[in-house]
């Protein structure tokens, strides 16, 4: 990793590159909340880098809050919740605070519209938080930009969402997370589970990379955990894990995901 760099994370729709069991299938029984419990096989190489100070400010596109008369923000603020409740056992304040929560545009604070296909742009574009884009099927929302070339788009097709950081020094300094509703969650489109995705999404946000190695295909994780085909069942089951199935909830942390993210906090 470069001393000032840019690094992307794809989550993929499980496609047929992964010969791993169905997630999930299992519930994880956890019995460890608070302790940093790193397996040697996942290693320090699974993680990105940390912020200096939690809470991370987040601002919402304010689009989330005017769908479906809200009922997305609903769900992605539930994935903040989740977030927020590791943070308080861990004796901290929170992980993420919302600083557009209600209306959306709480002294005036939205995210800007840009035109880039770079994701890169993103997440400078927001200084003082971590933007969290919905990517759409037109306005400014579009998938498919002219800056992207011919049929480009800036979540490929499969990708139902991608984070970005900015890294200087070693630290976590800025991100931002595209969540794709024209792939996914669109009319005529395959549905995902959106608090599930975006509780993952916030995981990289934190620092954590996937639970295993899954980028046979489009997922570029760049992890030094063991490839999914081969991973211990913890890292299948974990909110980390690099592949959402249509349908799938994955709503809560599991027990790898708590065993790693303690060793960053
Ligand atoms: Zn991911």
Known sequence: MLAKGLASVACVFLLFSCSVRAPGSKKDRIVNFTQCILPADQGKGSFQGAWAALPIPVVFDRDFYVADNGEIMNSLRG????WNTWAGLRGMRGAFSIINDGTGNT????????????QASY??????????????????H??????????GKILPDGVQGQTDWIIVGGKIVGASILLNF??????????????SLLLHELGHVLGLLHSCNGSSGDSIDGTTAPHCGVAREQYVDAVMFPF??????????????????????
């Open 123 to 140: 997440s400078s574009s927001v200084t003082d938080a971590v933007g969290i884009w919905k990517i759409a099927t037109s306005g400014f």
């Open 142 to 151: 579009k998938n498919q930009r002219d800056s992207c070339g011919t049929n």
């Open 244 to 265: 959402l199935e249509v349908s799938q909830n994955r709503r809560n942390l599991g027990q790898n995901d708590y065993n790693r993210i303690n060793c960053i906090y």
């Open 182 to 195: 024209e792939g996914f969650n669109a009319p005529g489109k395959q549905p995902i589970d959106s608090e």
């Open 107 to 118: 002294s005036g604070r939205d995210i800007p519209e840009l035109t880039d296909c770079a």
């Open 79 to 82: 994935s903040v919740t989740t």
